[in-house]
């Protein structure tokens, strides 16, 4: 049975999209198979595995409108042991497309259902915002995984993300747990970013991963190159807080 994250936080800027690339790539080095679903129209997960969103004929948007399967929507091979479900800004439509729809909550659950035990892990990528998509990604999803930006106002919004997942979990998945909470654009330098940490660690009585993800100038860059900084850079301080990140992960889900 595979292990199918959501990464998500309503707050934009905050390291869900690189999280869900890099991640994705650290728990792939280890010899897991990795699907990665970008579920945000903006289609930043797609592009940072250096495919052209704009250039795709079939993407979750077109398995969401039944108009094509899931086997002809997904990428393989976008990095090793990584394949991609990709999305670009088409997806913006879905919300107005599946107004009618009965079972709009669990249209990528019944898609996923027949293939997620080809995967070790799912990883979802998140719109910005607790809408349809979002709703989708946690009917299909067992945990998440909320990234936290070390930054005034980090909590913010997390205690509407958490209420979100209760009901959720409550009234249509009650499989969904929080798997755990993780700090990004972390700088050990600064009093900010500690007092934040110690914040939300007083506040928040959900598991927090031990890796903090760093501020690094090549994980801001990789994704230009459309590679995981596991690829673009495998020495940074960048690849290798996802690499433990990746190990805490697996560890927490055995």
């Known amino acids: 049975m595979s292990k199918i994250i959501a990464i998500t936080n309503q707050k934009g800027g905050v390291g869900k999209t690189t999280t869900s690339i890099n991640l994705s790539a650290a728990i792939a080095e280890t010899g897991k198979k990795v699907l990665v679903v970008d579920m945000d129209p903006q289609g930043n997960t797609t592009s940072g595995f250096g495919v052209n969103k704009n250039e795709l004929e079939n993407t ?63 990883i ?6 607790l809408n349809m998509l979002t ?37 249509l998945n009650p499989e969904l747990d929080i798997d755990g909470v993780v700090f990004t654009m972390y700088d050990g330098r600064t009093n900010l970013s500690q007092q934040v940490v110690e914040n939300v660690k007083e506040n928040l009585s959900h598991h927090i991963y031990k890796t903090m993800i760093p501020r690094n100038i090549r994980l801001a860059e990789a994704p230009s190159y459309g590679q995981p900084i ?9 690849a290798e807080a996802y690499r433990e990140l990746a190990k805490e992960v697996i560890e927490h889900n055995k």
């Open 230 to 238: 596991t690829v673009y850079d495998a020495k940074s301080a960048g």
């Open 60 to 122: 979750v948007y077109e398995l969401i409108l039944e108009e094509c399967s899931l086997q002809e929507a997904i990428i393989k091979n976008v990095a090793t042991n990584v394949s991609l479900l990709p999305a670009n800004v088409n997806l913006a439509g879905a919300e107005v497309d599946l107004l009618d729809r009965d079972d709009k909550s669990f249209i990528l659950k019944k898609e996923m259902d027949y293939i997620a035990d080809q995967y070790d892990y799912v």
């Open 135 to 171: 709703i989708n990604a946690m009917t299909t999803a067992t945990s998440v995984i909320v990234p936290i930006q070390c930054e005034y106002y980090a909590l913010e919004g997390v205690s509407q993300l958490i209420h979100t997942i209760n009901l959720v979990r409550e009234r």
């Open 124 to 129: 979802i990528d998140c719109p910005p915002s």
